[in-house]
């Protein structure tokens, strides 16, 4: 679905979340996609608030999942 990836980064940067990498990949149902990002150091309550509301979207069909990491040069 066109604009779905703006509207995930417009959510995410309305909420202080910034993206460092993101790759989506073709799900094997055509009709979806999986999309991982990677975020600078974020708050863990700004990240969650962006998450709760991208699981509310229309063009989200699972909920999210995350997984906090380390930087291992910090």
């Known amino acids: 679905e066109p604009g779905v990836l703006g509207r995930l980064a417009s959510t995410l940067g309305k909420h202080g979340v910034s993206i460092q990498r993101l790759v989506q990949d073709e799900h094997h149902h055509k009709s979806h996609a999986e999309i991982v990002v990677l975020s600078h150091a974020t708050g863990r309550v700004a990240l969650k608030s962006a998450l709760?509301?991208?699981?509310?979207a229309n063009?989200?069909?699972?909920?999210?999942?995350?997984?906090?990491?380390?930087?291992p040069d910090s």
């Open 52 to 56: 709760s509301e991208i699981d509310q």
């Open 59 to 71: 063009f989200v069909s699972a909920p999210t999942l995350w997984m906090p990491l380390e930087d």
